[in-house]
């Protein structure tokens, strides 16, 4: 009877390890950032990651408008937001930032209320810079956020 489990054993083990390693997707370390193709409301959307030892380390998500001014920074618009979403956006996207560093992955992400199409833009986002991550490709990966 043990020499039976050993055998089976010894055919199961190389399958469990090989299931093991394909299901790993290591990050590569480095910085990588995932871009909106286009622009939306005057603002074009982008997450930057820090991988370090495998793992990513930090996040940075928000948009800037044509000229390079950051829409986290806007206080007209922050002020505009509040009052007809109840949200803004140096809230949302620490918000959306912080879940992917602390699940280090782009599932399960939960939407803010007033904020949900930037929910849709950073999940679109965070899974193609993820991507670029795993295949250590550094440059800036451009993606159709348009929905």
Not at 62 to 81: H, L, R, V
Not at 115 to 129: P, Q, T, W
């Amino acid at each position: 009877m043990k020499r039976i489990l050993r055998s089976i054993l010894l055919l199961l083990l190389p399958a469990l390890l090989l299931a093991a390693c394909g299901s790993k997707t290591e990050l590569k370390d480095g910085y990588y950032t995932a871009q909106a193709a286009q622009f939306s409301h005057g603002w074009k959307e982008y997450v930057t990651i820090m991988v370090k030892g495998g793992k990513i380390v930090s996040v940075e998500y928000n948009a800037e408008n044509p000229s390079g001014f950051i829409k986290s920074w806007d206080n007209a618009y922050m002020q505009n937001m509040l009052h007809s979403n109840g949200t803004y956006p140096n809230e949302y996207t620490r918000y959306y930032a912080g879940q992917l560093l602390d699940g280090q992955n782009a599932d399960g992400i939960d939407a803010l209320s007033g904020a949900s199409s930037s929910h849709v833009s950073f999940r679109m986002l965070a899974a193609a810079v993820l991507e670029q991550a795993r295949l250590g490709d550094s440059d800036i990966v451009v993606v159709d956020t348009s929905h």
